[in-house]
């Protein structure tokens, strides 16, 4: 079976082939947030990962063609907030679905001291101060200094994000320990 479907994969083109693997790679989804001076920014991203404990860091990984890109790369202190399970429209409004101040319509918003705004009622918010950044390709990973970490929720239950839709883990688990 495992050989089948690898025949069928290399059937096509690499690109491909790659989009078809990485709807395999179950992700936490985040929600990146900044502050420019001027206004609020917002965007969905899964591609976050813990980088470092000394100093505390995280790393993103951001299209250079969004919104975000610019003030981020610029130095703007900016936000990973890990969505919980149940905020998914948040993830929606944040991925493209709205805009400019409209991604901050769904969800508790509320602003660190340095102004980055963080969501209240995520798994978990980590503030971090711009540290640096390299592109490669068609994005850019930013390396940031964690300085402030918010703890939202007493359950742990991320959205998680795997071939094409937002999975439930907690509740499959509990759905299996029923069955
Ligand atoms: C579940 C999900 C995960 C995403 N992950 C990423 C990501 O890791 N990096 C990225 O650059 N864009 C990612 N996106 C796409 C961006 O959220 C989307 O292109 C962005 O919000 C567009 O913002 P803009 O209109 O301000 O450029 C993801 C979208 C969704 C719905």
Redesign the pocket.
């Given at each position: 079976m495992g050989e089948a479907c690898t025949i069928a994969v290399a059937a096509r083109s690499l690109r491909e082939q790659m989009e078809i693997g990485l709807r395999r790679l179950g992700r936490p989804?985040a929600v990146i947030t900044c502050w420019d001076g001027e206004r609020r920014w917002a965007?969905?991203?899964?591609?976050v990962t813990e980088l470092s404990m000394d100093p505390p860091s995280l790393l993103v990984?951001?299209?250079r063609?969004?919104?975000?890109h610019g003030p981020i790369t610029r130095g703007a202190n900016f936000c990973v907030n890990i969505l919980h399970a149940d905020q998914h429209a948040i993830?929606e409004q944040?991925?493209?679905a709205e805009?400019g101040e409209g991604r901050f319509r769904e969800g508790r918003w509320d602003s660190a001291a340095c102004g980055t705004p963080y969501l209240r009622g995520c798994e978990a918010s980590f503030v971090c101060e711009y540290a640096t950044h390299m592109d490669h390709g068609t994005?850019t990973i930013v390396v940031g200094t964690v300085t402030e970490v918010q703890i939202g929720t007493d359950e742990i239950d991320p959205l998680i994000?795997v071939d094409g839709h937002y999975a439930h883990p907690a509740a499959d688990a509990l759905t299996a320990e029923g069955q």
């Open positions: 989804v965007k969905t991203a899964t591609a990984c951001i299209d063609q969004a919104g975000v993830s944040c991925g493209g805009r994005h994000y």
